[in-house]
């Protein structure tokens, strides 16, 4: 019982709380590497991920709703990315594209792709690194 409640803890953190919305996305979004980062470690609040894309603000109910807008995720817990396929990344040896579609009832449905680590497999005696 007590492990059941603690992994609901984990699984939904709450959501009300800029630290709870932090973790959400953080586990959403792992596969463009968003990180955060608070004083004293940074300057300011700030946030960060691949591509390119950063957010920075003076408190994190500031950055947390800018990251929110240009991630285009309206924060709900049930923002949920649904898997649709995937397959080999063709540029992108040990990589594959895996097509997600978006379920939410705040947000329009639309489709991502994301490149996503392949499933371990042996190498063949063949094969170089
Ligand atoms: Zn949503």
Redesign the pocket.
Known sequence: MYLRDWWDEAMHPDATTAGGVRLMLWARYQHIDLKFAAPPASEKFEASWDGGGSAVADSEEELISTVLEVLQ??G?GR?DWVFVGEKPDPNNVGQILRTQK?E?S??DSRVRVITAPAPCRKKGPTEID
């Open positions: 995720d309206c709900s923002h978006l939410c705040s947000c």
